[in-house]
């Protein structure tokens, strides 16, 4: 392993397997089902934390769940776009895509970035085969109308900005149901054969929406939605996130997230978690202990 696991020494021999006991209940409810994991922000940049992310998968995976992994990719992509003289602009929160952003966006994501991921895991122990929306015709998009959040008459182009028109599970079943955890990149393709850049949380979303997941667990690169004041909000509804948008609360890439984790909730998503990717473990935190973190979505 490329890091030093945290020293337990201090922890007697009877409370590790009583910790180890305490996950039984949760394993035994989860086994068997679908869990869409948006894998972004800190946890992707971190060694440590990549590291324990992949463990994290690894662990589910071995216990009976199924864990599926969609990643986004903004500061590698910027980081790529820097490197050719480009500067990303976003308009609440999508990426501008020009045809040479595009061409960017997918050897980031599908060359390095998930591929890295794939690493990662598989050196973890685990099975992880890697995945464009165009295989097996996973994700079919059309370019993006993005309205103005207060102005809905007024419409902007964004480029190759995909919004999902279908997704196709197939080849995640068929990969989930073998024993391979899937990891997504977010491009979809278009009716012209066209590529499509899409916000990795929406894609997440929709996809645990087909799989009928059990939870969409989301890791970004804060604590959750904070209020005006900076404070975490442990919980929110479907008004209260319309309020929060609407007084400005909520913006940048906070704004594709929750219309994403509505969605799910609304469409039958037992769990919708917005989480900070920034603790070590949170995933194995969230799902096979009680501690809730970060933010849960209700569709009421
Ligand atoms: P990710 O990689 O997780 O998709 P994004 O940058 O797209 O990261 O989205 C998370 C960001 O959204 C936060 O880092 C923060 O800057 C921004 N944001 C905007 N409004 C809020 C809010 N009310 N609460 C928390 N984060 C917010
Ligand atoms: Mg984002």
């Given at each position: 392993m490329s890091h030093t696991p945290l020293d337990l020494s201090h922890i007697a021999v009877r409370d590790k397997a009583e910790i180890l006991a305490q996950a039984l209940p949760y394993i035994r409810k989860f086994h068997g089902k679908t869990m869409v994991i948006k894998y972004g922000g800190n946890a992707m940049t971190d060694p440590a934390l990549q590291a324990a992310f992949a463990e994290d998968v690894v662990l589910l995976k071995l216990v009976g769940i199924n864990p599926i992994v969609v990643h986004g990719g903004g500061p590698q992509i910027d980081e790529a776009l820097a490197r050719i003289g480009k500067k990303g602009t976003f308009i609440q929160g999508m990426r501008v895509t020009d045809a040479e952003t595009m061409g960017v966006v997918e050897w980031v994501l599908a060359g390095e970035v998930q591929q890295d991921i794939v690493g990662l895991i598989n050196h973890a122990g685990g099975k992880a085969v890697?995945?464009?929306?165009?295989?097996?015709?996973?994700?079919?998009?059309?370019?993006?109308?993005?309205?103005?959040?207060?102005?809905?008459?007024?419409?902007?182009?964004?480029?190759?900005?995909?919004?999902?028109?279908?997704?196709?599970?197939?080849?995640?079943?068929?990969?989930?149901?073998?024993?391979?955890?899937?990891?997504?990149?977010?491009?979809?393709?278009?009716?012209?054969?066209?590529?499509?850049?899409?916000?990795?949380?929406?894609?997440?979303?929709?996809?645990?929406?087909?799989?009928?997941?059990?939870?969409?667990?989301?890791?970004?690169?804060?604590?959750?939605?904070?209020?005006?004041?900076?404070?975490?909000?442990?919980?929110?509804?479907?008004?209260?996130?319309?309020?929060?948008?609407?007084?400005?609360?909520?913006?940048?890439?906070?704004?594709?997230?929750?219309?994403?984790?509505?969605?799910?909730a609304k469409c039958g998503v037992n769990a919708v978690h917005i989480i900070d990717g920034r603790v070590p473990h949170v995933l194995l935190l969230e799902i096979l202990t009680d501690q809730a973190f970060g933010t849960m979505i209700r569709a009421r």
């Open positions: 890697g995945l464009t929306g165009r295989d097996g015709g996973l994700v079919r998009a059309r370019k993006m109308k993005l309205l103005d959040k207060d102005d809905p008459t007024k419409e902007y182009d964004v480029g190759q900005v995909g919004e999902i028109d279908s997704i196709d599970p197939a080849v995640v079943k068929a990969l989930q149901d073998d024993a391979f955890i899937p990891v997504i990149s977010p491009i979809g393709f278009g009716e012209h054969n066209e590529s499509y850049n899409i916000n990795a949380d929406l894609v997440a979303s929709k996809l645990a929406e087909v799989l009928k997941a059990e939870k969409l667990l989301m890791l970004t690169n804060i604590s959750g939605v904070l209020d005006k004041q900076g404070q975490l909000l442990t919980d929110l509804t479907s008004r209260r996130i319309d309020e929060l948008v609407a007084d400005g609360t909520i913006s940048g890439g906070m704004l594709p997230k929750l219309a994403g984790a509505i969605d799910a």
